[in-house]
């Protein structure tokens, strides 16, 4: 650990926090529908775009119709990207001759692209066509993302309106997110990558010749469009299989730093949204200090973990910590802050190989993961996840004075605590029942690639990323079977829409209560008081629900390794 190393970590936290006010106040913008310096040129896109799809942006819509109108949209993305794979050798825009894509395979894509997870088990310069990687997958980038955001806002509404029946339109929505803010900012950051030296071509795949004589083909094509939306929009697919360890996805040092802090920006950005919405800037700044606590601590962890490497390196000789699995370009703290931003925010893009971290530095993504990636979380849905603890800390804070408990105005009361504890329970269902069916399902085990502890922590880190609507992998587990394309599916599949109902319920209840202002009795939630209260809420939440699991994996290899016992 040096000195360099937190003043990079410190340099990204306040750039990512300087960024969020600005982008929050264009975001609120956008959503509430004023004029931005865009307008003049974008005004009449969007106009033409309701016009064809037969949308009026002044009728908005009752929660259940926007949840419907969410869940209607996703279904035309799955038909066009798992069309687009299973038709690919028929299709333009495949120089390197890739056939199509076995039936389970593209089942599996398409649900993990349509719920922002971008789980892939292929690899994508070996597998798909450009046609299947812009239209199939970079296009889907955008608007997952966009629904994420457009979930967020509804649920800030739902807190910020008053005996309220609607919670905005979808369709407006979602429109305003890609028209006004994915697109404008991935233009500008394409354009960077390209000059960072990322390829940005139809062309076909390089041949080249090594020095020794022999041909190598060199997969490129258009790299640089599907990274900025994948960062941007906190996808995590990688045009190559490598991700954002290929030298092609991420050129150089500033690039890694770049696309760091574009992973974050959106998401702590909605946090000063939901101030602005509710009145209360200092309410945002409240969230992104949980946020911030819990980034903090897990960055810490990891960094400490991965510079100290192990007690078996050590008594080899090689005391600069544990540079297994990391790109030699970044070393250890630019890949621990990546590991740890990318399993906070819901993300999936890797820059290093989380299957050769430390246990302890491999399990701090695991726990992000777990948590419900809510440590600012994948754009929109870090913070209604966020939101869904704020409302059982309050109810918990209710009961602790004996009153009813109030957050912005608004009365928490059954039906909301019903709605934030479904969405948090329907996770760990997922995350630990289906790892126990695979590490006793003779097909499952036989893709573990380790043992023991590590071997099992291959196969919970699956199922909490697939759920999670993460991506990212240890990747020691071979995950393209017949049984894994199935069940990261249902788990993808569940962890988005199932927390996605609930948390549009509680925006529809919210939006019908009255606001009430604050009594001598209610509990301030812009201090240090209310963030301690939410930190504690989620650890205690997150320790009583996978601390068993845990145990059997990462921290009783960690106890192993300190006897010398590796797996």
Not at 287 to 302: C, D, E, K, Q, Y
Not at 483 to 493: D, G
């Amino acid at each position: 650990m040096t000195f360099i190393g937190w003043f990079q970590i410190f340099l990204y936290c306040a750039i990512v926090v300087a960024l969020a006010k600005p982008l929050g106040w264009y975001l609120t913008r956008v959503f509430s529908g004023e004029p931005t310096l865009l307008s003049p040129v974008l005004r009449p896109v969007e106009r033409g775009l309701y016009w064809i799809g037969g949308v009026d942006e002044r009728r908005e819509q009752h929660w259940l119709t926007y949840t419907v109108a969410a869940l209607l949209f996703h279904v035309g993305g799955f038909l066009i990207i798992y069309g687009v794979m299973r038709l690919q050798a028929l299709l333009p825009f495949n120089p390197a001759g890739q056939s199509a894509v076995s039936e389970d395979l593209s089942f599996n894509t398409a649900i993990s692209f349509l719920t922002n997870t971008n789980w892939q088990n292929y690899g994508g310069e070996s597998t798909l066509s450009y046609l299947a990687q812009m239209l199939g997958l970079t296009h889907q980038n955008f608007l997952s993302a966009a629904t994420g955001i457009a979930l967020a806002v509804a649920l800030i509404r739902g807190f910020a309106r008053s005996s309220a029946r609607t919670i905005g339109n979808f369709w407006v929505d979602v429109v305003r997110c890609t028209l006004y803010v994915l697109l404008p900012i991935c233009i500008v950051y394409t354009l960077f990558l390209v000059w960072q030296g990322m390829p940005q071509t139809l062309g076909a795949y390089v041949e080249a010749t090594t020095l020794e004589g022999a041909k190598q083909t060199i997969a490129v094509g258009p790299v640089a469009s599907q990274v900025a939306i994948k960062m941007l929009g906190t996808n995590g697919g990688g045009f190559f299989n490598a991700n954002a360890a290929h030298p092609f996805e991420n050129p150089t040092a500033l690039s890694n730093f770049v696309q760091m802090i574009s992973i974050f920006a959106l998401g702590a950005a909605l946090t000063n949204v939901f101030g602005r919405m509710v009145g209360n800037e200092r309410q945002g700044w409240a969230i992104l200090a949980v946020m911030g606590v819990l980034f903090l601590s897990g960055v810490a962890v990891t960094y400490w973990a991965e510079a100290n490497g192990t007690s078996t390196l050590d008594a080899l000789g090689l005391s600069g910590g544990n540079m297994e699995g990391k790109e030699l370009r970044f070393g250890i703290v630019a890949s621990s802050l990546f590991a740890v931003i990318t399993t906070a925010a819901s993300c999936g893009a890797v820059n290093a190989m989380h299957d050769s971290f430390t246990a302890l530095g491999g399990m701090i993504p695991l726990i992000n993961m777990q948590l419900g990636e809510i440590i600012v979380g994948g754009v929109g849905a870090g913070l209604y996840g966020m939101l869904l603890f704020v409302v059982l800390a309050i109810f918990v804070a209710g009961l602790m004075v004996g009153r009813t408990p109030e957050y912005v105005g608004k009365k928490i009361e059954a039906r909301e605590v019903k709605m934030a504890m479904l969405a948090i329970l329907v996770l760990p269902l997922m995350y630990l029942g289906w790892t126990a069916v695979a590490v006793v399902l003779p097909s499952a085990v036989a893709s573990m690639a380790n043992a023991g502890p590590h071997g099992f922590t291959e196969v919970l880190y699956a199922f909490t990323s697939a759920t999670g609507n993460n991506g990212s992998a240890f990747g020691g587990l071979t995950g393209n079977t017949h049984f894994y394309n199935l069940a990261l599916a249902s788990s993808m599949f569940v962890g988005r829409f199932f927390m996605i109902v609930p948390a549009m319920a509680l925006a529809g209840s919210l939006a019908a209560k009255k606001s009430i202002p604050p009594s001598v009795g209610t509990l301030p939630t812009t201090g240090g008081l209310f963030v301690g209260l939410v930190v504690g809420v989620i650890l205690i939440i997150g320790g009583l629900t996978f601390f068993p699991a845990l145990a059997l994996g990462p921290i009783v290899e960690h106890l192993a390794m300190n006897a010398n016992t590796l797996f």
